[in-house]
Each structure stands twice: as structure tokens, then as C-alpha cells.
């Protein structure tokens, strides 16, 4: 099994920051051996789960969404295995619940089919 845990959610003005994080382990989880597709996703009440963000462990690439484009940024520290998301000049439209998600292989797309793995989320709030 693999065990994802986010943590660094809270509350926020609009124009503030946060960074959250998602630390991996579990005993499929063997990044010495296989590179995986590690992504954040969003959901806000009433709305479907969406891809915010992806990082794929073997080369660093990363994708956006276009709605975050230039304000988050994606990165991974493989020695703590653990994946980040700085969140700059939030808007009120951010708020959702975050989740980061894995998958082995490559980063094909950014969607909730594609990832096998979950965490359980960390809340994001932003107030105007």
C-alpha cells in the first residue's frame, strides 16, 4: 500500500499564500527504483474533483492548469519524499479541499482516472 498525507492547509486572505505539502510512504512506494506521477487536485463544494497541478518524478517536468498558472508552483524533495504546493496571490475562487495524488509512470494527464493513490486532503480557505 502507499500512504499519502497532506498537511499545510488553513485560512487566508485573498492575496496571501500558502504551501502545502504531501509526504509518500508505504511499501509500493520505492522511489529508488520506480519514478512516479505525483499530482495536486481541488475540490470545491457542489463542484467535481480537478487537476491543479503534476510533477513527474523521473525528469521534474510539471504541468498547470491554466486557472494557476504563475501562481502555484510544484516541486518534490525526493530525499524526504515529500511533494509541495506554494500557493502565491490566492483568490477566493482557490477555496476547496487540496489532495495530492501518485501514480507509477509517467505523467500522462491530469485526471482523477489516471492517479491510484490518494490522500485524505487538506482545507484550503481564502476570504476576500
Known amino acids: 500500500e502507499m500512504q499519502l498525507v497532506e498537511s499545510g492547509g488553513g485560512s487566508v486572505q485573498a492575496g496571501g499564500f500558502l504551501r502545502l505539502s504531501c509526504a509518500a510512504s508505504g511499501d509500493v512506494y520505492i522511489p529508488s527504483r520506480w519514478n512516479y506521477c505525483m499530482g495536486w487536485f481541488r475540490q470545491a463544494p457542489g463542484k467535481e474533483r480537478e487537476g491543479v497541478a503534476s510533477i513527474y518524478s523521473g525528469d521534474g517536468s510539471t504541468y498547470y492548469a491554466d486557472s494557476v498558472k504563475g501562481r502555484f508552483t510544484i516541486s518534490q524533495d525526493n530525499a524526504k519524499n515529500t511533494l509541495y504546493l506554494q500557493m502565491n496571490s490566492l483568490k477566493e475562487e482557490d477555496t476547496a479541499m487540496y489532495y495530492c495524488?501518485?501514480?507509477?509512470?509517467?505523467?500522462?494527464?491530469?485526471?482523477?482516472?489516471?492517479?491510484?493513490?490518494w490522500g485524505q486532503g487538506t482545507q484550503v480557505t481564502v476570504s476576500s
Open positions: 495524488a501518485t501514480r507509477r509512470d509517467g505523467c500522462r494527464v491530469l485526471s482523477v482516472s489516471y492517479f491510484d493513490y
